[in-house]
Nanobody, 123 residues
Framework: QVQLVESGGGLVQAGGSLRLSCAAS????????MAWFRQGPGKEREFVAA???????TDYADSVKGRFTIYRENAKNLYLQMNSLKPEDTAVYYC?????????????????WGQGTQVTVSS
């Protein structure tokens, strides 16, 4: 069984930065692309960023391009560097993992998800 644990969320002022981490444990088979999703208050869950198994390919939602960076250390550790945060970035952020060689953009395409970490951006 694979477990994902997010950390690094918190309260930050608009314009500030946070770095989220996601640690995977258990039996993980490469290749394993990963992603970040988020769900804001009263909103549907949405895609934020994805990275392929090697870290060589990434993609972002238009709303975070140029401000967020997804990267990974290895097969088990994923990060999201968030800069120039805005109040509309307030959400619970989730990491997700699956097997495969491509980038995946839909929550339901992933097999494993974390419990989420809260990010609150004050104006």
């Amino acid at each position: 069984q694979v477990q994902l644990v997010e950390s690094g969320g918190g309260l930050v002022q608009a314009g500030g930065s946070l770095r989220l981490s996601c640690a995977a444990s258990g039996r993980i088979y490469s290749p394993n692309p990963m992603a970040w999703f988020r769900q804001g208050p009263g909103k549907e869950r949405e895609f934020v960023a994805a990275i392929n198994w090697s870290g060589g390919r990434t993609d972002y939602a238009d709303s975070v391009k140029g401000r967020f960076t997804i990267y990974r250390e290895n097969a088990k550790n994923l990060y999201l560097q968030m800069n120039s945060l805005k109040p509309e970035d307030t959400a619970v952020y989730y990491c997700a993992l699956r097997s495969g060689y491509e980038l995946y953009y839909v929550w339901g395409e992933y097999n494993f998800w974390g419990q989420g970490t809260q990010v609150t951006v004050s104006s």
